[in-house]
Every structure is written in C-alpha cells, then in structure tokens.
C-alpha cells in the first residue's frame, strides 16, 4: 500500500521496475476489459459498454418469462438472473439493481480481473 501512496519518482532506484510494473498490470487490465466487453456482447440479449475500474456492468435483455418466474418468487428480476447464473455455473455476479440502474432494465456486476491466461475459459 505504501509503494501506491508514495510511488517512487525519477531517479529513485526502483523507479524503472515501478514503472514497468505498474505500465504491465495497467495493460493487462485494458486487455480484459477489452476481452471481458467482447465476450459479453458476444452473447444474446447481453450489452455491455466497455468495462472500467475493475467491473463490468452488462445489461440483459431478460425475456418476459423469466421476469414472471422472479416476481413469482418475489424477486427483482436482475437478482433472480444472477441466482441462476450462480446455480448453473459457479459464476457470481452482483445483480444491478442494488446500483440504482433505470426503471425497466436489468444489470449484473461481474469483475474483469480473472489472471489473463485463465481468462478465455472464464
């Protein structure tokens, strides 16, 4: 933490592997956000902007049955989508409604920092 509150600077010894470290982990997270983006729009009734910070916030077109099928079990459609997702596939994400998203549109939160070499398998 204390080499991210005071970085080294120019002319300090560690300053060149700082540098190269932190230009490495700032690319890589370009790459799978890029490559996170992709995949999701890749997929039917999914839309996602391109992922910041850490996140990605896909939107899901939900079809009208599933959204019936959550409020029969009282639940907002987007939190009844990720309880699926998880029970099919070990996936966790964090339904969008708890991020204040537009009346009438469904979201989940999904992190884009799977490591780089595991990443097309997630």
């Known amino acids: 933490m204390g ?3 005071h970085p080294p ?8 592997r700082w540098q190269r470290e932190r230009t490495a982990v700032l690319a890589s997270l370009e790459r799978r956000a890029q490559a996170i983006t992709s995949a999701l729009n890749a997929l039917p009734g999914v839309f996602c902007a391109p992922a910041g910070s850490l996140y990605a916030f896909p939107r899901v077109q939900l079809p009208p049955r599933a959204v019936a099928a959550a409020q029969k079990q009282g639940l907002v459609p987007d939190v009844f989508y990720c309880l699926e997702l998880l029970e099919a596939t070990g996936i966790a994400t964090t339904p ?8 009438g549109t469904w979201h989940f939160r ?11 398998q997630v």
């Open 110 to 120: 999904t992190t884009i920092l799977p490591p780089e070499q595991k990443l097309e």
């Open 96 to 103: 969008g409604s708890g991020f204040g998203q537009k009346d």
């Open 3 to 5: 080499v991210m509150v």
């Open 9 to 16: 600077v120019p002319g300090d010894e560690s300053f060149p």
